[in-house]
């Protein structure tokens, strides 16, 4: 009884330990691959000679959306090896992967090869989703919330301080050293995962009795669940709505203001706010949700950031502005932790890598598409037109979400006993 107890223990400490480990890992991660925004035109000025304004412009948008691209196709695939062959080899993956790609972005001295390497970082990379996989497998399924709100408040946190940090290195020493720099973060990310993430990884066993299915069959089944089609929407919907106001919002700023002056920095103010107020609430937002349940935190979440986009379209002032979208943030970060507990609950063991791969994936696509929508919706209609657009796709959004989670959630049946149609999932 003793040894029995003394297991228990053990196994409570090591979800702790894996999940702060993580959460350190994930800052560094994220930070270090969210440093070079800022300063990849400038680099490609001043570095790689560019001196066309349109080509320089041109390629950094081509750069950002390759690498994202390739993020979303690859995900589902690492997330598919995550559950045959372990989480923590994946997150390794990510992690050394991305250090090798950006410290030789600090030698290159071709745009072609620049691409090159970006396209193989959203390739090769894809740390989120390996993280999120990795504590959901190992933490008890009462305090999934709790830890995944930790993890998101990681994702937060790093994307919000990685771009201060790396335009602040560029400016005092030079952009190749700042690629250095950053490529060690993520060694060192990669290091406290080898040394302190202990997955003790066992794959599940398969069925003698069943009848293998393939992986485009599992996704099948996998969307054919309306409650995780439903999270993959809000999830989605949460990164084009921080997304789409990105390619209008100085232009809305100097309009408030009636200069253009500082709106440049008070539009990445804008942006950071949001990113910063969702890393602050994330973590208590996922412990609410382990206590109230996560269906309910998330609906309440999804609610509430949709009613403060809509005031959004009539302030005067920046600092209104500021205010309703660092409220906003606060309940962003209630959405994240709460649709992903709901994702762990829904998903059985064994296909969670996939799983968190598609929501990846899908996630990507929203932040991709926001831009393009909302320079769309100024074009043809107005600046403000955009905050309410998209605060109605957020009020229909939590109110599908609420009808769809009105019954309670059944885990996806991964396998069938026969080969009768009839017996899959509807």
Request: charged share 10%; net charge positive; aromatic share 10%.
């Amino acid at each position: 009884m003793a040894k029995a107890g003394g297991s228990v223990v053990k196994k409570k400490e090591n979800w702790q330990v894996v999940l702060y480990a993580s959460f350190i890992a994930q800052t560094l991660s994220i930070a270090g691959f969210s440093a070079s925004l800022p300063f990849i035109p400038l680099f490609l000025i001043k570095d790689l000679h560019m001196t066309d304004m349109g080509e320089v412009a041109l390629w950094s948008g081509a750069m950002a959306a390759a690498s994202s691209i390739t993020m979303g196709v690859m995900a589902p695939i690492w997330g598919s090896l995550a559950d045959r062959y372990g989480r923590k080899s994946m997150v390794l993956r990510a992690m050394i992967g991305g250090c090798v790609l950006i410290a030789l972005m600090s030698v290159t001295y071709d745009v072609w090869v620049l691409f090159a390497l970006r396209i193989l970082q959203g390739a090769l990379t894809g740390t989120v989703p390996a993280n999120i996989a990795l504590v959901a497998s190992v933490t008890p399924k009462e305090r999934t919330g709790y830890a995944l709100g930790i993890i998101q408040t990681a994702v937060f946190a790093g994307s919000s301080i990685g771009p201060f940090i790396g335009g602040t290195l560029a400016d005092l020493t030079d952009y190749r050293f700042t690629f250095l720099i950053t490529s060690m973060a993520l060694g060192v990310a990669a290091i406290i995962v080898f040394f302190f993430v202990n997955e003790d990884f066992k794959p599940v066993p398969p069925d003698p009795t069943a009848v293998k299915i393939t992986m485009v069959q599992r996704y099948k089944i996998m969307f054919s669940q309306k409650e995780f089609v439903a999270m993959l929407l809000i999830l989605s919907l949460v990164q084009f709505a921080n997304s789409v106001i990105m390619p209008v919002l100085a232009l809305f700023i100097q309009v408030l203001n009636g200069h253009s002056e500082g709106a440049a920095t008070m539009a990445g103010l804008e942006l950071g706010i949001t990113g910063i107020a969702s890393a602050c609430s994330a973590a208590f937002a996922g412990r609410m949700s382990d206590k109230y349940g996560h269906r309910r935190v998330l609906f309440i979440s999804a609610l509430a950031s949709a009613f403060l986009y809509f005031p959004q379209a009539a302030v005067t002032n920046v600092w209104q502005l500021l205010i309703l979208r660092g409220l906003m943030g606060l309940f962003f970060g209630g959405i994240i932790p709460s649709a992903n507990a709901l994702i762990s609950q829904l998903i059985p063991e064994g296909r969670k890598g996939v799983a968190y791969g598609l929501v990846s994936s899908i996630s990507s696509l929203g932040f991709a598409a926001g831009p393009i929508v909302g320079a769309l919706i100024a074009a043809l209609l107005s600046t403000r037109a955009v905050f309410l657009v998209t605060g109605l796709i957020l009020l229909v959004a939590a109110f599908y979400i609420r009808r769809v989670l009105a019954v309670t959630p059944q885990p996806a049946n991964e396998t069938a006993t026969a080969p009768d149609p009839s017996s899959r999932p509807g």
